[in-house]
């Protein structure tokens, strides 16, 4: 059939833009903008990879594309298989607080999306302005995101090292 495009090819399309996202968020981290700049684009990596993920599962194109919200409940099982695939190369320790927090962690980067907000209960978003619970304006490029505070500690950065992973294993290269 003429013009449709398969899973696979789909998957290895989200993985490689996720690569670009994740790259242009390491640019952004050490570039002294504002943390929303490398925040939006560690959230888009994070989605498309997951995305990437469920392509190669056959899940449904149309349900996929539609939704924000795959990182709280994909990204953990793509980041325990980075684990294992890197083995002895991370401290037991970390690779221990990693795998407990992985989920957390995870939501942590979903609620970024402007999109996924907790029921209303979570407005801060790395993209637009928000008005607050006290009726205050928030402006992303002021706001100091603490809940992903743990990106810029040892085990942070060893997270992230298993995200680019996982986008590399899933764009296959």
Not at 93 to 119: Q, T
Not at 135 to 141: C, E, S, T
Not at 149 to 169: D, N, Q, T
């Amino acid at each position: 059939m003429a013009g449709v495009v398969g899973s696979v090819e789909r998957a290895k399309a989200f993985a490689r833009q996720a690569h670009v996202d994740f790259e242009a968020r390491e640019l952004l981290a050490n570039s002294g903008l504002p943390d929303c700049q490398q925040l939006h684009f560690l959230q888009m990596a994070c989605e498309k990879v997951c995305k990437a993920h469920l392509f190669l599962k056959q899940s449904d194109p149309r349900h996929v594309e539609s939704s924000h919200a795959y990182i709280g409940s994909v990204l953990p099982l793509l980041i325990r298989r980075s684990l294992l695939a890197l083995g002895n190369t991370i401290s037991n320790k970390d690779a221990l607080f990693i795998a407990r927090n992985a989920k957390s962690f995870s939501r942590e980067i979903e609620l970024l999306s402007p999109a996924v907000d907790d029921n209303g209960n979570r407005k801060d978003n790395c993209e637009y302005p928000w008005v607050d619970t006290t009726g205050v304006l928030r402006i992303p490029a002021d706001h100091e995101f603490r809940s992903l505070g743990f990106l810029k500690k040892r085990f942070g950065l060893v997270f992230l090292r298993l995200v680019a992973l996982a986008i590399h294993e899933l764009a296959g290269e």
